[in-house]
């Protein structure tokens, strides 16, 4: 059964389609990658998904809840770990899990078990303490990644949630979000810019590039597909070799100028 | 109720730590106790208008709060900029609750800021003569809606800004007229028609008659007329921020 259906959903920002015409859907309980390359509208579609964007048209279900019309019981059925910063700096990194455990609702013992656990994975439990804005990039990329674990979703939206990080921490992270996968059914849509990553650990993948879907299945099915022996092989192959524009920068000035110019 | 709670902590932790902000922004109304009440208070006696002090002080414990309040409301671009709004944004959590965490966080922070200006204005020598301590709670009630009003007012403004380039304007035109025609500085009686009419629009100009009379029992317009003009706005203001909260998209 499908836990995320998408159905023809556009987004225009004025004259740019950040996202043209995609469908696709996800099964429940399981691991999910979306792949592109920089600008080709994953973020976007993200943020369509979670209910902080509303799209241009086409449909979108989350666990039966549509998040344009229905926003808060479709937020009370995931939970995201942003592509960019989502800390508040002048917290600590304790009070920004505990601030996340009280918006979700979570029983207040089982706050503190999850948030003295997670912060033992990502290694910051020493330093719980501490600020924020004294932590470096990839220390704060990790207090996100736990605070997005702390309370067990339906599903799990992770933006690119490895990017930055050493190996070992990726590995540390991975097993942990596939075991909550496997123990507690939770649906995870991924996306990251490490193939190697998506092809071990998702089950289907989707590619998205210049704002349509153009390949869908298992990362065994695409190589078969293109005649390669990696997913990055795959991917290059899918995608074309030219180098896109930084981040979703394209579409996010775009939206910037129509924004200052009163186009919403 | 935990939501607004912690939201409401969020900013008031914010605010004590940030002992430069506190400290900073109360040079301005000592400035202005200190200049203008000293500087103005000859004339003001000699033109029959009793102790210029006590009728000023009023006023710049409003202006600390105004300031504070709107700025606790503008805190929204901050937040969007550092991305923490995201978090909020995504929770499930409805957004009325958000923005009541957030106004009353802002609100309280104002009011505490209001305390300090009106302890910083005793040392200054406001002697307020016949303030009993039923009378400071009034004060307090008229702080409390003066900050709620101008939350609401900063989270609403702020809600339809994206970065801090629309900050200048907020404050060339909309901080600084509400405070200076505001009858924080000036008497009401006798003013010149436009001015007077512009003063009775100001929402400032309640919160400052109210607050002035309940510490001072100097007024103009009397409790009641303040009291409703001033929730009546604040009302009106919490919906529309409210509203306009609810359709921040990220």
């Known amino acids: 059964m499908d836990i995320i259906t998408v159905k023809n959903l556009v987004k225009k920002f004025g004259d740019l389609i950040a996202v043209n015409d995609v469908s696709f859907s996800v099964k429940r309980g399981e691991i999910f990658a979306f792949l592109g390359p920089n600008g080709a509208g994953k973020s976007t579609t993200i943020k369509m998904l979670t209910t902080i964007l509303s799209p241009t048209s086409g449909e979108i279900l989350l666990d039966g809840h549509n998040p344009t019309h229905d926003a808060l019981q479709a937020r009370k059925s995931f939970g995201i770990v942003f592509q960019d910063p989502s800390l508040d700096d002048e917290l600590t990194a304790y009070e920004n899990v505990e601030f996340h455990g009280v918006l979700y609702g979570i029983p207040r013992e089982t706050g503190k078990e999850r948030a ?4 033992k994975v990502v290694e910051l439990w020493d330093r719980r303490n501490e600020l924020v804005k004294n932590f470096s990039g990839g220390m704060k990329r990790r207090l996100e990644i736990a605070r997005g674990l702390l309370h067990h979703p339906k599903i799990l939206f992770l933006d690119e949630p490895t990017q930055g990080l050493d190996p070992q921490t990726r590995n540390h992270i991975w097993s942990y979000i596939q075991n909550l996968n496997k123990k507690e059914g ?17 089950e289907r993948v989707d590619v998205i590039d210049h704002g349509r879907i153009v390949a869908e299945g298992t990362p065994e099915t695409l190589k078969r597909q293109t005649n390669t022996t990696s997913l990055e092989d795959a991917f290059l192959s899918l995608t074309g070799h030219d180098i896109r524009d930084e981040g979703a920068s394209g579409a996010d000035h775009m939206r910037t100028m129509s924004r200052a110019w009163g186009r919403h | 109720m935990q939501a607004i709670y912690i939201i409401w902590l969020r900013q008031l932790k914010r605010y004590l730590r940030s002992k430069s902000r506190i400290v900073g922004s109360l040079g301005q109304p000592l400035l202005f106790l200190v200049a203008l009440g000293f500087g103005l208070g000859p004339v003001f006696q000699k033109a029959g208008g009793g102790n210029y002090l006590d009728f000023l002080a009023p006023g710049i414990i409003a202006m600390g709060i105004l300031f504070t309040a709107l700025f606790s409301g503008v805190e929204i671009i901050w937040d969007r900029q550092f991305g923490f709004l995201k978090e909020t944004l995504v929770a499930p959590v409805s957004r009325l609750k958000i923005m009541i965490g957030r106004t009353l966080g802002g609100a309280t922070v104002a ?4 305390v300090i200006v009106f302890f910083l204005a005793f040392l200054v020598g406001f002697r307020p003569e016949y303030l009993t301590f039923g009378r400071f709670l009034l004060a307090l009630v008229f702080m409390f809606l003066i900050a709620v009003l101008f939350t609401a007012l900063g989270t609403a403004i702020a809600s339809q800004l994206d970065d801090m380039q629309g900050f200048q304007l907020i404050m060339n035109f909309i901080v600084m007229p509400l405070f200076f025609l505001s009858g924080a500085l000036f008497p009401l009686d006798g003013l010149p028609g436009a001015i007077a009419l512009v003063v009775k629009i100001d929402p400032l100009s309640y919160g400052v008659d109210g607050l002035r009379h309940a510490l001072t029992g100097i ?4 409790f009641g007329t303040d009291l409703a003009v001033l929730a009546g706005i604040t009302a009106l203001l919490v919906v529309l921020g409210s509203y306009l909260f609810s359709k921040i998209q990220i």
């Open chain 1, 116 to 119: 003295e656990q997670l912060l």
């Open chain 1, 186 to 202: 939770i649906t995870i849509f991924f996306t990251t810019h490490y193939m190697e990553e998506a092809e071990k650990i998702a």
């Open chain 2, 111 to 114: 009011v505490m800021q209001g």
């Open chain 2, 219 to 222: 007024a103009s317009f009397g």
